[in-house]
């Protein structure tokens, strides 16, 4: 990924953004000294499956998309395409475990990134913005895992 110029990716970071939709503007200026941001190219691989976890994305524009290995060799199945106000890799805030899935951009996408380490000071030297982005962070992964729900009661 290519670092991207802050008023490029991260203008209107509340805007329509559920991830973000606990802070006040007073959150979000101090948020914003914890964020990278970053320009992914289409076709770009963020990180592989059993890559070392260490941070979140947040899909400000674009597109991305997860692939899980299956048991046959080189074969993926694509899990998840997320646009807009998606949320990545969140289990890498948590416990430090590899990547679970394959991410790549199907175009071009900004995206923020919080870092663990970042996280952990944001959680340390400002706890109240670290609780509501986490409240953020929890409705955006529950309302994912709802319409996946949905997705499999389809099937049957």
Known sequence: MEEAGFDQVCRDLKEELRFFRFLGDADLDVLRNYLKCWQARAGETLWREGDADSSVVFVVRGRLEEKK????EDKQVIVGVYGPGAIM?????????PRAFTAAALEDSGLLVL????????TLEHPEVGVRLLKGMLYAVTQRLKKSFDRLAAIF
Request: hydrophobic share 35%; glycine share 14%.
């Open 115 to 122: 870092e663990r380490d970042a996280f952990d000071r944001l």
């Open 69 to 72: 290995n299956t048991e046959f």
């Open 89 to 97: 890799g969140e289990f890498g805030l948590l416990d430090g475990q």
